[in-house]
């Protein structure tokens, strides 16, 4: 959570930091805050709510200097407020931060005895303390700044500068998120790539430990410790087109609309010519490798948890492989049974996630392999990761996830394929069909968007709504729970996922007339039986919403309202079921006027377990 941004240069720092934390502001958005060095003065503008008041206040004050770092926050230590937002200062020192500083207390304590005098109630102010006091003693910036973070147990990315030092720039990172990018003259460092791309493609990822030292004209990279790291700068392949909304009024609504484009560009290149074999290039496991593991975990949080459950239905269909799913944040404090024939395969769209990367490790440490697939290219999970599949979803601006999930479910799909290839599970033939279905796939899901007004029109009846019921069956379970997190996400309301066998256990005794009930129906073996859920639920007054493929009398007349879906193979029906959930949750909340991208309490990025 909170994103940071740090410019050194000859162009105004302000606008390239501001519009920096504009393409952040999905980390966090609780408060903000800029600081610039011009004529050794260090001037900073913070401002409690979203970047929209900075602006204004930048407006009525603006700032000069071709220096400055900025930041968006996220609460952790101390509420949303003016005095607690970043940049924070001590001395000449400004510094902006994202993480958690676990031993805060413990340093404030020796810090404030040392008379030291704080104004906020966060833990980042004490870095801005701890570089102060280690100053006063070395004079030397850099190695009063290594000595600092040094001294801090938990997470941290941190921009820091200095009034004395008119020509550097000091970043850093452990266990949070720091991407540098790399211009003619210039340098940007800031915690994602869409912060820095409308100005460079070349990026430099830093890894745990390490602290790059910029000036206008170089830059070192340095282990915390002080040993020299040489780096080599990557050539990002997104374009700054796709980190804006393109004429769309939310970030998610062109996100959902995105979805056809990302599921084309997530298969590209994994299809060989006679359709009858993934190709994955950068799993980084051999064949025989992956043919010795007898069992997999997939690990993930949220959204990507959800696609996981469908992976495991897909893995053990294709590559009759036992699959474990976790919740990361449950996983490695179950001590679970890892071997070298244990797979873990961890979901991260975002690739930080924090308990997702503590799984990973955990993973590591207890021995096993671990792949994962992320959106973020070179993000920490990716880069700790033996192999990857990346999905090419493009950036995900808006909080709530839509295409980075559809894409998740492809990459699963396509592993699952390849894990039964060479495991001998699945024929040559059945793969050649599952791909050419999946080929059809970005056609289908043009058509589901077509729904797009119905589904509008549907959704002003329900704004009022208290409660709302997700029911699904198999591999339409999770996107039962995947709707039903959306529709909390973004419109506040109340919403529980249920595998709709399970509602007679429990939930039905929920049902009114009050309770909207939606329901994935798709004509597939258990069809008949979730009909038969419907009309439970109808006998007790509940309105009933089906998604389906099917227009069987039996479902328009159990159903009061029925989004019509193209019919698919079963394997791949969660990817075409969700994109009406994913509709019906944004135009509630847009009816609802709640704010669709950056709904209140959340964060895109979790990087605090
Ligand atoms: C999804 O809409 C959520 N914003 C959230 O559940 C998200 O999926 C979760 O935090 C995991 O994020 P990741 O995929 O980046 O690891």
């Not at 909170?2 to 390239?16: F, L, R, S, T, W």
Request: hydrophobic share 40%; aromatic share 6%.
């Amino acid at each position: 959570m909170c994103g940071i941004v740090g410019y050194i240069g000859e162009k105004p720092a302000v606008d390239i930091v501001l519009d920096g934390l504009r393409r952040l502001e999905y980390r966090g958005y609780d408060s903000a805050g800029i600081s610039t060095l011009s004529d050794g003065q260090l001037t900073t503008r913070r401002a409690e709510g979203k970047l929209a008041n900075l602006e204004q206040q930048l407006k009525n004050a603006p700032l000069s200097g071709s220096l400055g770092i900025g930041h968006t926050r996220w609460a952790t230590h101390g509420k949303p407020s003016q005095i607690n937002a970043h940049p924070h200062r001590a001395g000449g020192f400004v510094v902006v931060h994202n993480g958690i500083i676990e031993n805060y207390l413990q340093l404030k304590q020796g810090l404030v005895d040392a008379g030291h005098n704080f104004k906020s109630e966060t833990d980042s102010e004490i870095i801005a303390h701890l570089i102060e006091k280690h100053f006063k003693q070395c004079d030397d910036f850099e190695q009063s700044v290594r000595l600092a973070l040094l001294e801090l147990r938990g997470a941290f990315a941190i921009a820091v500068i200095c009034d004395r030092y008119p020509d550097l720039l000091i970043a850093a990172k452990a266990g949070s998120p720091l991407v540098v990018g790399q211009g003619q003259g210039e340098y940007f460092v800031a915690s994602d790539i869409p912060a820095m791309l409308s100005h460079t493609r070349e990026m430099i990822f830093l890894n745990d430990g390490e602290m790059v030292v910029f000036s206008r004209s170089r830059m070192n990279i340095s282990t915390l410790e002080g040993q020299p790291v040489e780096k080599k700068s990557k050539t990002i392949t997104w374009n700054p087109m796709m980190a804006e909304k393109g004429g769309y009024r939310h970030f998610m609504l062109k996100e959902i609309y995105e979805q056809p484009r990302a599921v084309t560009d997530t298969i590209a290149g994994r299809i060989n010519d006679d359709k009858n074999q993934v190709l994955l290039n950068d799993l980084n496991l051999s064949d025989t490798e992956l043919r010795t593991f007898d069992r997999l975990y997939i690990v993930a949080c949220g959204t990507s948890w959800h696609a996981a459950l469908v992976g495991k239905f897909l893995i053990e269909k294709f590559a009759r492989t036992p699959v474990e799913v976790d919740i990361a944040s449950e996983f490695r404090y179950r001590q679970p049974l890892i071997s070298e024939k244990t797979l873990t395969l961890v979901i991260s769209q975002s690739g930080e996630t924090a308990d997702t990367l503590a799984a990973l490790r955990e993973a590591h440490e207890r021995g096993g392999k671990v792949i994962s697939i992320c959106n973020v290219v070179e993000s920490s999970i990716a880069r700790e990761s033996e192999g990857v599949i990346y999905t090419h979803a493009g950036p995900e601006i808006g909080v709530a996830s839509t295409k980075a999930f559809t894409t998740q479910l492809i990459a699963l799909y396509l592993f699952a394929l390849h894990l039964g290839r060479i495991k001998q599970t699945i024929t040559a033939e059945q793969i050649q069909k599952n791909l050419l279905a999946l080929l059809t796939l970005p056609r289908k899901l043009e058509e589901t968007l077509e729904l797009d007004n119905q589904i509008e029109q549907a959704a002003r009846q329900f704004i009022h709504a208290n409660d709302f019921l997700y029911l699904g069956r198999g591999n339409q379970y999770p996107i039962a729970l995947e709707g039903a997190l959306k529709l909390k996400e973004i419109s506040y309301i109340h919403a529980e996922g249920y595998p709709a066998g399970e509602m007679k256990h429990g939930p039905i005794a929920l049902i009114d007339e009050n309770l909207p009930v939606v329901v994935v129906a798709p004509s597939n073996e258990t069809y008949e039986k979730v009909i038969s859920n419907m009309e439970e639920v109808k006998a007790r007054g509940g309105q009933i919403i089906a998604i389906s493929d099917c227009g069987c009398p039996d479902l328009q007349s159990a159903a009061d309202i029925v989004f019509r879906i193209p019919a698919i193979c079963d394997d791949l029906m969660p990817v075409l079921a969700s994109i009406p959930l994913q509709l019906l949750s944004y135009h509630i909340a847009v009816f609802k006027g709640t704010d669709v991208d950056q709904p209140r309490n959340l964060a895109k990025s979790v990087t605090v377990e």
